[in-house]
């Protein structure tokens, strides 16, 4: 399997989903990131735009990396007499709120197989933890049955998003089928999420962090008076450059941009190499605030 080095992520873009999914498909874009969470995805229109792609020749299945995740109910949408009755493709929710974690996660993935139109999933990630610190009950059968999955072939790789160090320190002490990824909003002023890469990086470990909200939880750093001078140098824009740092600093971003000529730009971030002094002057960019 390989892994992008961007994903094209799906979140917040409701009734245009398939239109722009198919759009980055034609751009270039391999690797795309959706979840079976109603609240801020719209899964089965991801699953529209690689049908019409798989069938038209524009990608093939094995050049795809497709990722979903499994939210637990407190991450899903609130929705009308949910916790009466579970009435799938109704209510909105992926599975029955009712049912024990693990049966949850495989109603979930059944519905994002569906949805996707696909007999597997290149990855897997829990959609964050059940709690605020460290990882309880939920969180491990959750893992367990993801591991199953994972053990029967229909899930590449596992991972984990919107945790902390302590969670992914957690996961990698308690989990058979060790994490790959783990996804989080990426904030300059938190040092790039430091601690938590960290933990990712350790040797044992080598999990492959995923950024999100790269440009959106940082706006104030696309205008800094550190970063100007260092796209003037590049002839690149502040995202693009933003993008490149991550990735040379051992980072997956994850781009949702709706803009083809921004599809075009951020596909295009291998074709330029930060140096060292450029690379520390963005590491320490929110020093400058």
């Not at 049966?103 to 933890?129: I, M, R, W, Y």
Request: glycine share 8%; proline share 4%.
């Amino acid at each position: 399997m390989t892994i992008p080095a961007l994903l094209y992520g799906t979140a917040w873009k409701e009734d245009a989903t398939a239109a722009l999914v198919s759009r980055a498909l034609s751009a270039g874009f391999r690797g795309i990131d959706t979840a079976n969470q109603r609240k801020h995805y719209h899964e089965a229109g991801v699953g529209e735009a690689l049908a019409t792609a798989l069938a038209e020749g524009t990608v093939r299945r094995g050049d795809l990396f497709v990722q979903s995740k499994f939210t637990f109910r407190g991450g899903q949408a609130e929705v009308e007499g949910a916790g009466a009755r579970w009435r799938p493709g109704i209510d909105g929710l992926p599975y029955d709120p009712a049912a024990p974690i693990a049966e949850q996660v495989a109603q979930s993935f059944a519905s994002s197989l569906e949805h996707l139109g696909l007999d597997h999933l290149d990855s897997l990630v829990l959609h964050g933890p059940s709690q605020r610190d460290g990882l309880g009950p939920d969180d491990h059968a959750a893992w367990r049955a993801m591991e199953a999955l994972a053990n029967s072939g229909q899930v590449g790789l596992l991972g984990i998003s919107n945790v902390s160090a302590r969670q992914v320190a957690e996961l990698v002490a308690f989990a058979q089928v060790p994490p790959a990824f783990v996804q989080n909003r990426c904030y300059a002023e938190r040092g790039w999420d430091r601690a938590v890469r960290a933990e990712c990086a350790k040797p044992k470990t080598k999990i492959v962090y995923q950024a999100f909200s790269l440009l959106t939880a940082n706006r104030a750093v696309q205008t800094s008076a550190t970063l100007a001078p260092i796209t003037k140098k590049h002839g690149k824009t502040a995202p693009q450059v933003i993008f490149r740092f991550a990735q040379q600093m051992g980072m997956l971003p994850l781009t949702g941009t709706t803009d083809s000529a921004h599809m075009a730009q951020d596909l295009a971030i291998s074709t330029f190499e930060l140096d060292a002094q450029d690379l520390a002057a963005i590491d320490t960019i929110c020093a400058e605030r």
